[in-house]
């Protein structure tokens, strides 16, 4: 079957080998993001997913906010030194996407709608998701490889309070992305009769 959307989420990978060899711009990139997040789906239209682009040494730092967390979970040297590889790994790439749900969003509808109260934090994750997958397959098209992250909530604070990022914002996932280094491993798949019912 051909279909131009389907061939780019089934090219869409994890890449863990990432570097800095992009041709294109911060500026370039910062405007396909934004597009990408703003052109997301969100329930109620309540666009409530928000982002923080690190680029360079702000790109580093996060990744080193995340190494040092993690050295006190470490069990033993080698532990250590095998999360500390993984982490310069995502540091060599070129950047990464601070991915955020405001929670304020999320309250106000809480609050205008109360019926159905309990569903907008369930939806926003549904927002954040899809956010995160539209920009992932949009960084895909340029030729870039990305991998999603999910390192909070250890970092939180220092995210935080390093970049001023409002309270009621709640980071959600870390993509990082940069130039593809290696392919990724091939992908195997379950039987559709094990994940799909259809009826007619």
């Known amino acids: 079957m051909a279909n131009e959307f389907l061939n780019l989420i089934e090219q869409r990978r994890t890449i863990y080998a990432l570097a800095k060899n992009v041709k294109q711009t911060p500026e370039y990139l910062t405007d396909l993001i934004q597009r990408t997040i703003r052109e997301s789906p969100s329930s109620f239209n309540s666009q409530s997913s928000r982002a923080v682009i690190l680029f360079n040494a702000e790109h580093k730092k996060f990744w080193n906010f995340v190494k040092k967390?993690?050295?006190?979970?470490?069990?033993?040297?080698?532990?250590?030194?095998?999360?500390?590889?993984?982490?310069?790994?995502?540091?060599?790439?070129?950047g990464t996407i601070l991915f955020f749900e405001d929670m304020s969003v999320v309250e106000d509808l809480q609050t205008r709608f109360a019926l159905?109260?309990?569903?907008?934090?369930?939806?926003?994750?549904?927002?954040?998701?899809?956010?995160?997958?539209?920009?992932?397959?949009?960084?895909?098209?340029?030729?870039?490889?990305?991998?999603l992250q999910h390192y909070n909530?250890?970092?939180?604070?220092?995210?935080?309070?390093e970049w001023d990022i409002p309270k009621n914002w709640k980071l959600r996932a870390q993509l990082v992305f940069g130039s593809?280094?290696?392919?990724a491993k091939e992908k195997t798949y379950i039987e559709n009769a094990e994940r799909f019912r259809v009826f007619q």
Do not use: C, R
Not at 71 to 94: C, N, P, R
Not at 126 to 135: D, I, N, V, Y
Not at 155 to 160: A, K, L, R, S, T
Not at 180 to 183: G, M, N, P, R
């Open 69 to 94: 967390e993690l050295q006190t979970y470490a069990t033993d040297e080698v532990a250590a030194a095998k999360t500390a590889a993984k982490m310069d790994s995502f540091a060599a790439g070129l």
């Open 116 to 147: 159905y109260a309990e569903n907008f934090p369930i939806w926003a994750e549904h927002s954040t998701a899809m956010a995160q997958f539209a920009t992932w397959t949009a960084l895909h098209t340029e030729g870039l490889g990305a991998s």
């Open 153 to 161: 909530p250890i970092v939180d604070e220092q995210v935080h309070n």
């Open 180 to 183: 593809i280094e290696a392919e």
